[in-house]
């Protein structure tokens, strides 16, 4: 077969690539993490490359306007390979590359609660500790569709020895899990994401165990929670069936299998257990999170909810409980957003704006200069905006507002949070109108879904007793502002709770307790599922909650 030589610019890879090949699939073969919501698929315009050398012809997209394609600006999931090439890749075409070592960073308020919450659990793990190890670690693996969470925990004394965190390297075949699905059904598809899965989480273990000084053979137990598809992947299991027909997923309980056969680089015998799920779309994350905040046994209705990549809800108590997801897409995740970023040392996690000719007061993880802005940030900002009369119901922003921190990026309006040099920002740091129209869709998707399951079981918002936020983003989140932008229901502040990252609060809990584990697997058994791809009323409650705070 015929190939070519394909050099990528400024990372100074170079290799040769067969006939016919995108220069997008030629750069993922290679380590190159190119951003792309959609997969490859040619829809969202983010993986554009400039052919520096070589034969290319167009990729009509609308983003690239006329005078870049005539410099060579190409979409490189349909550039193909047939010329030797020379590809600049721009820095806003790759995807974001932070992570974070837990362990370095001071615990939030949620870390210690739920410290605290585990020393009160009597260690009785589900398999027998090994006399000769000392201290005998399990890994408790937060497997998320945007980011993977790891932590080491100390079996006999039930504490958190270390955690690290990274974006999931999937990333590159799609930010959204029908995305993913998709790329799965190509060929070769599913095992490359499989491998991508586990260089992220073995690169994360890696860098634990540096960290920890300990071995693979002192892990020998692992619990991994993730929603429904990414387990599937992980597992090199067929996910087709979640986006398809019946949305029907092959599998919501899972064996525990030898970590060799799982492809973690733990003890190889050790074994590998999974979070039970409940349907396609309310996984093994959702049931760890119910059983870290115990709603299953209150008797107060409780709305717990997991705004990640996915918004995943359950409402009810001890005598019942409903579950949902919604397709919130990755952006309070910082994917897709022009200085988003992972919840990391440098993200902004706060902003309040009490001069509209002053910068805003920034709140920043660890202190550091500010290098982008997570979550919690962009809800501060989205309310911060709104009230001020900047940002308007439709999640425009307001040119008459005569805001000096209103400027012009690429073509689009945006809100400067900083400029470079300020407060030592190594670049600009903004949202644009593209950004605040995919957190409004986002905030919408969960307003939405929280709307229909009231409805569903004939209750009002006034009568939930308590609301828990789980998630990266519920560590941060202020409950006011979220309900101020329509993302949360309108309750009094004192029945909010955050618990942090309820999914691996849960694997924690069933490496620790054999009892938990039996627990856990009745609260997959209980909650019911309600489906909102097909629920009737669900896309007429979205498309009232496209307004800040929402309309009737």
């Known amino acids: 077969m015929k190939s070519f030589r394909v050099k990528f610019l400024p ?41 520096d050398a070589g034969a290319c012809p167009p990729t009509p997209h609308a983003s ?55 020393a009160g659990v009597e260690p009785s793990p589900p398999l027998n500790l090994p006399p000769g190890i000392a201290r005998p670690l399990g ?31 999937q990333l590159s075949c ?21 491998g991508l899965a586990l260089e992220t989480i073995n690169d994360l273990l890696a860098r634990l165990m ?14 991994v929670a993730g929603n429904t598809t990414m387990v599937h992947l992980f597992l090199g299991m067929d996910p087709s069936g979640i986006r398809l027909g019946s949305f029907t997923a092959a599998h919501t309980r899972y064996p525990a299998i030898p970590a060799r056969e799982a492809g973690v680089k733990i003890d190889p015998l050790a074994p590998v257990m999974f979070a039970p799920g409940v349907g396609s779309y309310v996984g ?22 997991d705004a990640g990549t996915n918004g995943e809800i359950v409402l009810g108590n001890r005598e019942w409980m409903m579950g949902c997801a919604c397709s919130t897409g990755p952006a309070f995740e910082g994917v897709g957003i022009a200085s988003g970023m992972i919840a990391a040392p440098g993200a902004i ?75 030592c920002a190594a670049r600009d740091i903004y949202l644009n109108d593209v950004d605040f129209k995919k957190l409004l869709r986002t905030k919408a998707a969960i307003q939405a879904a929280i709307r229909t399951m009231l409805k569903n079981v004939e209750l009002d918002a006034r009568e939930i007793g308590r609301v828990v936020i789980a998630g990266r983003l519920g560590e941060a989140i202020d409950a006011g502002n979220a309900i101020a932008i329509g993302m ?20 924690n809990l069933m490496l620790l307790s054999k009892e938990r584990g039996v627990a856990l697997e009745a609260i997959a058994d209980r909650i019911t599922y309600l489906d909102l791809s097909t629920h009737p009323g669900y896309m007429e409650e979205y498309v009232a909650s496209l307004f800040i705070p929402h309309t009737d």
């Open 11 to 51: 990372l100074g890879v170079e290799s040769r690539v067969a006939a016919g090949a995108s220069v997008y699939d030629a750069a993922l073969t290679h380590g190159i993490q190119l951003r792309g919501e959609c997969g490859g698929l040619g829809s969202c315009g983010q993986c554009v490359v400039k052919i």
């Open 349 to 423: 996690e706060e902003v309040h704006i009490r001069d509209l000719d002053a910068a805003p007061r920034l709140g920043v993880i660890g202190g550091a200069p500010a290098r982008g802005i997570c979550g919690s940030g962009m809800i501060d900002l989205m309310a911060e905006l709104f009230r001020h009369g900047i940002l308007d119901r439709n999640g425009a922003l307001n040119a008459g507002s005569r805001c000096p921190r209103l400027a012009e990026r690429d073509g689009h309006p945006v809100y400067l949070v900083r400029t470079r040099g300020e407060d």
């Open 210 to 223: 540096e960290h920890s000084r300990v071995g693979p053979g002192d892990l020998i137990i692992a619990i």
């Open 488 to 507: 949360l229901p309108d309750l009094p502040l004192e029945r909010f709770d955050y618990i942090g990252n309820g999914s691996l609060w849960g694997a």
């Open 139 to 169: 890994l408790a693996l937060d497997l998320g569709t945007t980011t993977v969470v790891a932590e080491f925990v100390n079996l006999r004394a039930g504490n958190c020895v270390s955690r690290a965190a990274a974006y999931n390297r």
């Open 174 to 194: 799609g930010t959204d899990i029908i995305s993913r699905i998709t790329y799965a059904e190509r060929p070769g598809g599913l095992e490359w994401l499989r």
């Open 64 to 118: 690239i306007t006329p005078d870049r394609e005539r410099r060579g600006y190409r979409l490189a999931c349909a550039a193909r390979v047939e010329d030797d090439l020379v590809v600049f890749v721009p820095e806003e075409s790759l995807l974001p590359s932070a992570s974070v070592d837990y362990a370095a960073v001071v615990l939030s308020e949620d870390d210690r609660k739920r410290d605290r919450a585990l």
């Open 284 to 305: 093994g994350d959702v049931t760890a999170g119910v059983l870290a905040c115990r709603m299953h046994e209150c008797d107060e209705v409780t709305l717990f909810i």
